[in-house]
Structure formats: structure tokens, C-alpha cells
């Protein structure tokens, strides 16, 4: 009997089923660090940018100007950038019209503001869905490789003239490989998951708060 007990004599040795469980959780593993690589970047682009924007907004500068140094050509805007351009582009379409209340014209930048609000939500919780799948779900696809691995080794043993603890050793350890796979796929889902919800949370209060803000100034706009 071959006492070799490597990870990779195990995995090697595992059975067919054992195995593609396996490839299934490597897979999502590879998958999931693809995700929170990209999202890690992402959201730190976008807290950036917020801290940029706030910063220039806030510093009593012309918010026509902003606008046209937002919407020039070759400028893409972001985040909270867009938030602001859909609501001032609102306002200003409606101030150019005749006859329209002064509150209606707040009403229709700030409902252009909210769409463009769920728009960027939309973008930001992207993959987030996926991580937490496989957080949920990988240690119970390992073990459901580990039972059957471990069930396979008590079929053999059931051929086996005598029963010892040296025969079913090594599928028992071929079959709990498959849950160590598992948690290492789950673990850093979650991690990930639960970090990447709580900055798309405190951003999206950013927001929210931005455009109450802003609402407020435009209010104070069409009052003076």
C-alpha cells in the first residue's frame, strides 16, 4: 500500500466524482479572486472619486462650471460625478422652460438624480451576488465530496477479508481534501463579500446624502 499522503497523491488518487468536486471549487476559487481583485479596484476608484468630487463641490466654485468640466469632450464622468450631471442637467433643461413651477423643476433633477443613483448601484453590486454563492455554498459542495469519498471507502472495505485502520486511511483523507478545497474557495468569498457590502453601503449613504444636499441648494436656487 502506498503511504504517500501528499495533497497531490490525494487529490491524484481521489475518485472520479471526488475529483470533479474538486475542479468545480478551483474553479469558483479562480473565479472569485478574479472578482475581488477587480472589485477591490473598482471600489477604491469610486471612493476616490467621491472624495474628489465632494471636495471640488463644496469649495464654492461655480456649479455651472463643474457641469461643463464634467460633460466636456474627452472628460468621462463617475460615480457621484454622474449623479450630479443627470441632476443639473435636469435643472437646467426645466429652468429653460416656461411656465413650470419652481418646485417641479427640483422634483425632475432630483428624480433624474435618483435613476442615476440606481444605475450606479446596479454597477457597483456587480459580482457581489457570485461571492456570496460560493461563500455559502462551497463548504457544503465539499462535503458533499468528502461523503461520498468517504463512503467509497467503506464500500471497499466491505470486499476487504479484514478491516484496518491502514486501508481506509488514505480515502478518508482523499475525500476530506475535497472540504479543505471548499473552505478555502468559502473563506475568502465571505471575507470579501462582507467587506466589499459595507463599503458599496457607505457609498451609496454618500450618495444619498449627496443629492439631499444638492436638492436643498437647487431648492434655495429657484427661491432667490
Do not use: C
Amino acid at each position: 500500500m502506498n503511504n504517500d499522503l501528499s495533497i497531490f497523491y490525494l487529490i491524484t488518487q481521489a475518485s472520479l466524482m471526488v475529483q470533479l468536486v474538486m475542479l468545480i471549487l478551483l474553479m469558483a476559487s479562480v473565479v472569485s479572486w478574479t472578482f475581488i481583485i477587480a472589485k477591490r479596484k473598482e471600489l477604491k476608484h469610486a471612493i476616490r472619486i467621491t472624495e474628489e468630487f465632494e471636495s471640488q463641490f463644496w469649495s464654492g466654485g461655480d456649479l455651472s462650471a463643474l457641469y461643463t468640466q464634467l460633460t466636456a469632450q474627452g472628460i468621462q464622468a463617475e460615480g457621484v460625478e454622474k449623479i450630479f450631471v443627470a441632476g443639473y442637467k435636469e435643472f437646467s433643461r426645466m429652468h429653460k422652460l416656461t411656465g413650470v413651477q419652481p418646485s417641479e423643476k427640483v422634483e425632475n433633477a432630483q428624480r433624474a438624480m435618483r435613476i442615476e443613483l440606481s444605475r450606479e448601484m446596479d454597477k457597483l453590486d456587480e459580482s457581489l451576488p457570485f461571492l456570496a454563492t460560493v461563500g455559502s455554498t462551497s463548504p457544503y459542495v465539499g462535503l458533499f465530496g468528502t461523503v461520498w469519498g468517504i463512503m467509497n471507502s467503506f464500500r471497499s472495505l466491505s470486499t476487504a477479508k479484514q478491516a484496518t485502520l491502514a486501508q481506509v486511511a488514505p480515502g478518508i483523507a482523499e475525500a476530506l481534501v475535497a472540504t479543505a478545497i471548499g473552505l478555502f474557495a468559502a473563506i475568502p468569498a465571505v471575507v470579501a463579500y462582507n467587506r466589499f457590502a459595507t463599503q458599496v453601503d457607505r457609498l451609496a449613504g454618500r450618495y444619498e446624502l449627496f443629492i439631499d444636499e444638492f436638492v436643498v441648494l437647487l431648492q434655495r436656487q429657484v427661491h432667490s
